[in-house]
């Protein structure tokens, strides 16, 4: 039988566990010190939002909301404050700079996580994110002298014409597909009867984009007037450029993080790397690919520079609904606004529209946060 006196020579005591006073007072000074850096971060944040809602809740209850829909354009030093001419083009730029950086961001993210050797990807990676430390203005002044005359400017309406058609018409048949793969799978008793729902939602989705967008193309088509000026469609590709790290940084460590025995799974079962990538690796980071690229939206949609410069406006534009011409964003509109000047000159309200243009902003960016969050929620896979 084992001496428990040799086994165990002393017995700790409840005195030699407490911590010493000393070290129990530093660590209390270091608890309450990151407390206070913590809370400082939700009262700066606070103090925010709350001069943001006070100064915007006086244009909300002052403005003649009749006046802020159909009217001539955005021109807040005259008391004109139509609200669309400055949310479309922001829309437009923000689609255009996805439509960029979705594709290639995702493909770059790819090939990092599935294609590349450790050597390569130890300087591409890099190289890629090096892009994303380029200064916004730089690429404004590269839209704007660049890619406005010499990649937009030539482009004619006919060109841009069929690249929707075909785009519409891809779409078309891709979810004309899904529905009638649905639908088949509801008849043969494969899926649950909420396929026809969902069946016909996306059919009457794909209506519905179809009609918007071929009134959009054909709108275009007819008043497209190319020049070399800056305009919408080179303020999204600036703007696109600036956010394909972001989608390929999220996206690959999102794909990074699936675990390597799916793949030899997949590989197993006789599947190449293009097919593991897109049916096994994409499907299980799913969330956090939908993650970067809510990201990259809040990052185009509060772009600034890139648009301010490239955008083809000033503090004051009109309505327009086309990519090819210049147009305000709401970042440009507030940027310009504001911009040398110590204080917003001109009607009651104009320095208030500065604030409630940042409230739309802010709303644009939460709510986008919010869905990404329950989506991500919903669709994480856990390994």
Do not use: C
């Not at 007072?25 to 400082?40: C, D, F, G, K």
């Not at 590989?267 to 799913?286: D, N, Y």
């Amino acid at each position: 039988m084992t001496d428990m006196s040799v086994a165990y020579p002393e017995r700790l005591t409840v005195d030699q566990l407490q911590i010493a006073p000393s070290r129990r007072h530093r660590e209390a000074i270091i608890r309450y010190t990151l407390l206070v850096t913590a809370l400082v971060s939700v009262l700066v944040s606070a103090l925010i939002v709350w001069i943001l809602l006070r100064e915007a809740w006086t244009f909300i209850t002052e403005v003649v909301w009749a006046d802020t829909w159909g009217q001539q354009g955005w021109f807040p030093r005259r008391g004109l404050y139509d609200i669309p001419t400055i949310i479309v083009p922001s829309l437009i730029v923000t689609g255009i700079a996805m439509v960029v950086a979705g594709p290639l961001g995702l493909g770059a993210a790819v090939y990092l996580s599935e294609y590349a050797n450790r050597r390569v990807r130890s300087w591409l990676k890099p190289a890629l994110e090096i892009l994303a430390g380029i200064p916004s203005v730089v690429l404004g002044f590269f839209a704007l002298t660049w890619i406005a005359p010499n990649l937009v400017g030539p482009i004619g309406r006919n060109t841009f014409g069929v690249i929707g058609a075909v785009i519409l018409l891809g779409y078309a048949a891709v979810s004309a597909g899904i529905a009638k793969a649905k639908i088949k799978q509801y008849r043969e008793g494969v899926a649950d009867p909420s396929a026809r729902v969902g069946a016909v939602a996306s059919l009457a989705m794909l209506v519905a984009v179809f009609a918007v967008a071929g009134a959009w193309i054909l709108g275009v088509w007819l008043d497209f007037a190319p020049n070399n000026a800056g305009s919408l469609a080179a303020a999204g590709i600036g703007v696109g450029i600036l956010t394909i790290p972001l989608v390929a940084s999220i996206s690959e460590d999102a794909m990074a993080a699936v675990p390597d025995s799916l793949r030899e799974a997949s590989a197993g079962l006789g599947a190449r790397k293009m097919a593991t990538a897109t049916t096994v690796v994409l499907p299980a980071a799913i969330s956090g690919i939908v993650a970067a690229f809510i990201v990259a939206i809040s990052r185009a949609i509060g772009e600034t520079m890139v648009v301010f410069m490239a955008g083809g406006a000033a503090d004051a534009a009109r309505f327009t609904d086309s990519p090819f011409e210049g147009g305000l964003t709401m970042t440009a509109a507030i940027a310009s606004l504001a911009s040398g000047t110590d204080s917003v000159v001109g009607e009651g309200l104009t320095f208030q529209s500065l604030y409630f243009v940042g409230l739309l902003l802010f709303l644009f960016t939460l709510t986008l946060n919010i869905i990404a969050a329950r989506f991500v929620s919903k669709v994480r896979e856990a390994y």
